[in-house]
């Protein structure tokens, strides 16, 4: 059991170069989700998917794409790459969002660290 | 605005001692609160996850504290290792909205000297 899985680690671009970030998990989780790390903020929400086929906007979306073709795979596109998307990129999933009573644990993946140049 | 704010934003101490970490925050309603440990270069992974009607709760040498009256958090570590060095996150969520309504602190850097 490998939990969440993401690939690469690490990669480098150059500005307007586009890229693939590959999210994979095996604990047939409903929910998936793409995070953003950087230096003195929290994670950040980029998109999420409630289920296969499903994605949806989270809280910093612009210039980024995702699609959820597969239940067990979580894919987020960067079209054309900019120095702001310098970041760590990490990729999470939960069986659903839970209650108040029963809150679904989130796992993380070891994250991709992006620099852009 | 919801949001969860940490303090020390770091903090060093000796191999051995105990250190208490602090959680505040602004979230309603109010769902659960959990708390991360992330080590450098990996991802975070649970410590704990408490509900309102939870006021304590222990993992090991780690105990979590959450005052709902308050909106206040706190993780306490007990008899340091080094392995103990790491980020730690509070994390809020907000009670019946969507997926996205999950709430990072920025963390607390704790480094464990020997």
């Known amino acids: 059991n490998a939990g969440v899985t993401q690939t690469p680690k690490f990669r480098v671009l150059k500005t307007g170069q586009s890229m693939t970030l590959l999210c994979a998990q095996d604990m047939n989780h409903e929910y998936m989700y793409w995070y953003r790390q950087d230096p003195g903020m929290g994670l950040r929400l980029i998109h999420y998917?409630?289920?296969?086929?499903?994605?949806a906007k989270g809280e910093v979306p612009d210039g980024y794409n995702v699609s959820r073709l597969k239940k067990q795979n979580f894919l987020l596109g960067l079209e054309s790459a900019a120095p702001s998307q310098t970041s760590v990129y990490f990729c999470?999933?939960?069986f659903g969002q839970g209650a108040a009573f029963r809150p679904y644990e989130q796992y993380f993946g070891p994250g991709t660290r992006l620099t852009v140049t | 605005k919801n949001q969860v704010e940490q303090s020390p934003q770091s903090l060093i101490i000796l191999e051995g001692k105990n250190c208490t970490l602090q959680c505040n925050y602004t979230v309603s309603p109010f769902s659960n609160l959990r708390w991360y440990k992330q080590d450098t270069g990996r991802g975070p992974v649970s410590l704990t996850i408490?509900?309102?009607?939870?006021n304590t709760k222990s993992n090991g040498r780690y105990t979590a504290t959450l005052d709902a009256d308050t909106k206040q958090s706190s993780l306490h570590i007990t008899a340091s290792q080094l392995s103990d060095s790491a980020s730690y996150i509070c994390v809020v969520s907000v009670e019946g909205s969507s997926a996205s309504k999950i709430i990072f602190g920025s963390g607390t850097r704790l480094s464990i000297r020997p």
């Open positions: 999470a999933s939960s």
């Open positions: 998917s409630v289920g296969e086929g499903t994605t």
């Open positions: 408490m509900t309102f009607s939870e």
